[in-house]
């Protein structure tokens, strides 16, 4: 017999108290999944539900910077119990690694998504926002994988660059009939209608558009000035999309 | 602890494993147990038979087999043991590894060209061999 492993018949087990499971995806890099994943938790949490909050940029984990925390470690019980901050369930690889590179190829990428799956005990969520890594490589594609019940959000900027890769994306969710709950526009610039015009060739809705703003990153780790913000107020607007 | 995460998949595959052969009664469950996760094997045997109870696999004897783990260099070529660098870790670096056994590129690297690019060849984690 095949060696088999273990873990993979436990991860829908781990993920079955949560009602929505909704990866923040783009395939582009810095067109801000992570702020919209942030926001998106923190302002969903506002409303009363219970959030979690997943950093699968694991080359690039930043959501402990928006919320202040990585020194914290996740309670051992029968697995790992999230970090709880400000009510958000929060997991990231980066408690695990110091805050130092951590390089892996091809099937270590997928080894440690499965690992996070099946150690981390989830408490019972209304939604799971997952940060998702640029890119449609082993994370993309494990999660597809793994997790059936994936309601996508897709954050674009307003540059035909991010869109190039963006619409890619969208397409190959189309083709493998995943839901897309929508697109978001972010750090939109200008007036043009582009990204939305996009939206409707391509059959998905446009959710709304965030501005750019340049002083953001003041308001990062401070969880009053976050959620009174004027980025807040406009994502608060999206939030009503989903809750 | 994570050794009883662990054990939930391995009871919860078993179980899958024994419908899949028609087993009434589960005698042998084979394990294949990777030095890289550092399973305390007595706590793992424990949260098994306490999964298992009530289940086909209750009686089962559980057979573990430790097999080393090997690194091979991706720049260099060098192939070594992950014992020879297990000892130089901190506690705290040996825990993330038992959690994330990928976080080994952290704070392993090749003891010759000092390269964090190495590909665990062997050793790495758990795996059911056979239900019998």
Known sequence: ?243 | MHEWALAEGVVNTALEIAQNKNLRRVKTILLKVGEIQQIDLEVFDFALKELSKDTILEKAEIKYENFPAYLSCNVCGYKWSFYETFNKLNEEEKEAIHFVPETIHVYIKCPKCGSHDFEITEGRGVFIEDVL
């Open chain 1, 1 to 243: 017999m095949k060696l088999i492993d273990p873990r993979l018949s436990i991860i829908e087990k781990r993920l079955e108290n949560i009602k929505r499971i909704i990866p923040v995806a783009s395939g582009k890099g810095g067109v801000g999944k992570s702020t919209v994943s942030a926001f998106l938790a923190l302002l969903l949490k506002e409303k009363n539900y219970k959030v979690g909050l997943l950093d699968l940029d694991l080359y690039g984990p930043s959501l402990h910077i928006f919320l202040n925390n990585s020194h914290s470690f996740p309670k051992e019980e029968y697995g790992l119990i999230p970090v709880n901050i400000n009510n958000i369930d929060f997991m990231s690889i980066i408690y695990f690694t110091q805050n130092k590179p951590l390089i892996m190829r091809g099937k270590e990428l997928t080894d440690t998504l499965i690992e996070i799956f099946t150690i981390t005990r989830w408490n019972p969520l209304d939604f799971l926002i997952i940060d998702m890594p640029p890119g449609m490589g082993e994370i993309l594609l494990d999660l597809i994988r793994l997790i059936n019940r994936l309601e996508f959000l897709i954050v674009t900027n307003s540059t035909r660059i991010a869109m190039e890769t963006v619409e890619k994306l969208i397409n190959f969710l189309k083709e493998q009939n995943i839901p897309i709950l929508g697109l978001i526009e972010n750090m939109k610039i200008g007036d043009q209608d582009f990204v939305r015009e996009k939206c409707n060739s391509l059959g998905i809705p446009y959710i709304g558009n965030i501005s750019f703003y340049d002083n953001l990153e003041n308001y990062y780790g401070n969880y009053n000035e976050i959620i009174n913000s004027p980025i807040s107020k406009e994502i608060s607007q999206i939030v009503n999309f989903f809750a």
